[in-house]
């Protein structure tokens, strides 16, 4: 079985402040990983996510996360975020075959400060 | 928007009571997954149906049940309810049943048993 571990809880940081949130994975076979956002009354969307090839990807606002299978982790990170970013963020795994659904970390609630 | 409809959006309802929830995946898409939202627990997976036929269980109660209909929707019924069940329930959809498929979530229905 997959688990996922987001070691904050609570991130807060400063308008403009570089940010990294950090999510590790345990799985004894190849997973795809996945990062979502929830903003304030609403559901999970698609932030990004890895299949397979380059170990670093991107989404469309400027949110950042890179593969590292050695260390089994899937951190996320922003050079500079906004108070738009302000959101729960949820890291996901699931096994790269088969039918499996996704398994959610506790989520890290990110909060920019003005 | 994000094509996938959950009604109602708010339930409040006494302990011992039945309730079901709805679901309306986004246009195309055959699966149907339902999670469960809270504070203590995140979100745990429930329940997946693909094409009218349930494909995976996770921490499902047999209080709990759900089924996916000939149009697609699902529906998640709740019964003998207890304080403990007051949580977030999420409905989410892809195309397939495949492992690479991101899922569309839709806002939730907030159920509070009181």
């Known amino acids: 079985a997959q688990s996922v571990t987001q070691l904050d809880s609570q991130v807060p940081v400063f308008e403009e402040a570089p940010v990294e949130l950090r999510c590790n994975y345990s799985s004894s076979v190849s997973v795809y990983l996945f990062w979502y956002v929830q903003y304030p009354n609403q559901g999970l969307q698609l932030l990004l996510k890895y299949l397979s090839g380059s170990t670093l990807v991107e989404s469309i606002n400027g949110f950042e996360a890179e593969f590292n299978k050695s260390q089994t982790s899937f951190h996320l990170r922003k050079p500079s975020v906004h108070i738009s970013d302000t959101a729960e963020y949820f890291c996901a795994v699931r096994r790269n075959s088969g039918n499996t659904p996704l398994v959610f970390g506790k989520g890290t609630r990110l909060s920019v400060i003005a | ?114």
């Open chain 2, 1 to 114: 928007d994000s094509g996938v409809t959950q009604t109602p959006k708010h339930l409040i309802t006494a302990t011992g009571q039945r309730v079901t929830l709805r679901c309306s995946p986004r246009s195309g898409d055959l699966s149907v997954y339902w999670y469960q939202q809270s504070l203590d627990q995140g979100l745990q997976f429930l329940i997946q149906y693909y094409n009218g036929e349930e494909r995976a269980k996770g921490n499902i109660l047999e209080r709990f049940s759900a089924q996916q209909f000939p149009d697609l929707h699902s529906e998640l019924n709740l019964s003998s309810l207890e304080l403990g069940d007051s949580a977030l329930y999420f409905c989410a959809s892809s195309v397939a049943s495949g492992t690479s498929y991101g899922y569309t979530f839709g806002s939730g229905t907030r159920l509070t048993v009181v």
